[in-house]
């Protein structure tokens, strides 16, 4: 048993590379972040690709390993070569994500010590980091000490967390489900939708709100369609509120629909994943006056502060709430510590899960605020710059004025189909690929939009598109 033992722990300790050949395969790594990084301004932001011609068999896992080199081939060619870059700073569609380096770097520390981030009795540390960026963001939304939150993988799954919370404090029970009536916007992101379908309400009613010419939430038609509900025997529930929606960047009027859904007794939830940390500027402080009369806000760090992909968080202002929606307990866990700490795995469906408090918390701590909010304003006056040089060029039409930083435009030809030339104008500048744009369909007419939230998108990447659109 002795030599079965000694052959098998030497050919398992090859997952444990000695200090040289670990500065080796880092050193490797990095070079080729440093060139991605380094010659990003010249890579496009979008390549077309083969969708038929799938390589990664090529690619077979088998007994030995290969070189990083070879390996590192592999991605630049067919993960880091091919699709959207949303790494680009001419990322102007969709939400664009981020990607700082710091956060790479405390992803790397996360890894190499992979604290347990679940519960806090094993993993104190952690855990008390991950609460401290929760209530530094409970604090910025105004927020109350009794708030607690998540950090969640994404906005999808704050948004799904925050709804489950409201129906089980709401006493939603299943047989009452098809009376309980939503009240959204149109421009509410699907993952709202999605979410209540997960938490068994897909029957529910969904009531679309009527909006301004901004797309924006009109509370006195929230009022009368919460009182036409009521009349008719049905209950009143939940009030979603975009804080930037998806399509145009619209923020609802958080206080108005703040103090209806105080005086109705309804959850009130804020969808704010990708504007939620325009509250770090001026402009978004003012637009999004009322934020704290919300009972719940989901808003991604991995949109608005720049992380990259997976990194989304929900704020609770009932700690207790959140709690008792996703608590469990069971033999095999001790967590019963001194001081109340609340831990991760009793405020989300998960439990063991990525220490990804430190992604955020690095970059935070190293860089300082300053740059984040200059970023962010940044991005607020490009929109603004973009709209108001696109007004000048002839032949397009421009939405309303930006609540935040994304702006929706569209070509009107003299001739033909509107909307055959708006998508023929997004795929010709995704062609050209060093600028990327998506667009949306509002009532029935195409748009394009400008989106700018990378952290890398500067003037020069907006008058690249502004010069394309001049061109068609
Ligand atoms: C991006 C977005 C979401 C979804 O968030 P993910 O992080 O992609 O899951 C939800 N709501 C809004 C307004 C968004 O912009």
């Known amino acids: 048993m002795n030599d079965q033992l000694k052959a098998l722990e030497a050919t398992a300790r090859q997952l444990e590379p000695a200090n040289e050949e670990r500065n080796a395969l880092a050193a490797t790594v990095l070079q080729y972040a440093n060139n991605f990084i380094d010659n990003i301004e010249q890579t496009p932001a979008y390549e077309p690709y083969d969708a038929t011609a799938d390589p990664f068999p090529g690619m077979p896992i088998v007994d030995e390993g290969k070189p990083v080199g070879e390996l590192l081939q592999f991605i630049g060619e067919h993960v880091d070569g091919v699709g959207l870059n949303p790494a680009s700073g001419g990322h102007l569609g969709y939400i664009p994500g981020g990607g700082i380096f710091g956060a790479a770097l405390g992803d790397l520390l996360?890894?190499?010590?992979?604290?347990?981030?679940?519960?806090?009795?094993?993993?104190?540390?952690?855990?008390?980091?991950?609460?401290?960026?929760?209530?530094w963001?409970?604090?910025?939304?105004?927020?109350?000490?009794?708030?607690?939150?998540?950090?969640?993988?994404?906005?999808?799954?704050?948004?799904?967390?925050?709804?489950?919370?409201?129906?089980?404090?709401?006493?939603?029970?299943?047989?009452?489900?098809?009376?309980?009536?939503?009240?959204?916007?149109?421009?509410?992101?699907?993952?709202?939708?999605?979410?209540?379908?997960?938490?068994?309400?897909?029957?529910?009613?969904?009531?679309?709100?009527?909006?301004?010419?901004?797309?924006?939430l009109q509370a006195e038609a929230l009022q009368r369609m919460v009182d036409e509900d009521r009349a008719a025997g049905r209950n009143p529930w939940l009030v979603v509120g975009n804080a930037g929606s998806t399509d145009t960047g619209a923020v609802d009027p958080l206080h108005a629909i703040g103090t209806i859904a105080k005086a109705e007794g309804l959850w009130f939830h804020i969808d704010a994943a990708y504007g939620g940390f325009f509250m770090l500027t001026e402009h978004g402080k003012e637009l999004m006056r009322g934020i704290e009369l919300s009972d719940s806000i989901a808003m991604d760090p991995h949109k608005g502060l720049f992380l990259p992909y997976g990194l989304g968080?929900?704020?609770?202002?009932?700690?207790?709430?959140?709690?008792?929606?996703?608590?469990?307990?069971?033999?095999?866990?001790?967590?019963?510590?001194?001081?109340?700490?609340?831990?991760?795995?009793?405020?989300?469906?998960?439990?063991?899960?990525?220490?990804?408090?430190?992604?955020l918390w690095l970059p935070l701590q190293l860089h300082g605020l300053k740059p984040f909010v200059a970023a962010l304003e940044e991005k607020l006056l490009l929109a603004r710059y973009f709209r108001e040089r696109l007004l000048q060029v002839p032949g397009y039409v421009v939405g309303p004025a930006p609540d935040l930083s994304v702006v929706i435009y569209r070509f009107v030809p003299k001739a033909g189909n509107d909307t055959e030339a708006n998508v023929a104008i997004a795929q010709s500048v995704s062609k050209d690929g060093r600028?990327?744009?998506?667009?949306?369909?509002i009532d029935g007419v195409l748009w394009l939009r400008l989106a700018v939230l990378a952290f890398r998108t500067h003037q020069r990447e907006v008058d690249i598109l502004l010069e394309q659109l001049r061109a068609v």
């Open 110 to 135: 996360a890894d190499v010590s992979n604290r347990y981030a679940g519960i806090f009795v094993p993993g104190p540390g952690a855990v008390r980091m991950e609460n401290y960026l929760l209530s």
């Open 137 to 216: 963001m409970a604090n910025m939304v105004g927020y109350p000490a009794t708030a607690a939150g998540n950090l969640a993988s994404g906005g999808s799954i704050a948004n799904l967390i925050a709804i489950v919370t409201a129906r089980d404090r709401n006493g939603l029970e299943p047989a009452n489900y098809n009376n309980a009536v939503v009240y959204l916007t149109e421009q509410r992101h699907h993952c709202v939708d999605k979410a209540l379908r997960i938490a068994g309400l897909g029957n529910c009613h969904v009531r679309d709100v009527p909006m301004d010419a901004n797309y924006r």
């Open 313 to 359: 968080a929900v704020l609770v202002k009932d700690a207790r709430a959140l709690f008792d929606s996703h608590h469990y307990s069971a033999n095999y866990i001790q967590n019963d510590s001194e001081g109340g700490h609340l831990s991760p795995a009793d405020l989300s469906p998960e439990l063991t899960k990525h220490f990804r408090g430190m992604r």
């Open 435 to 441: 600028v990327f744009i998506s667009y949306t369909t």
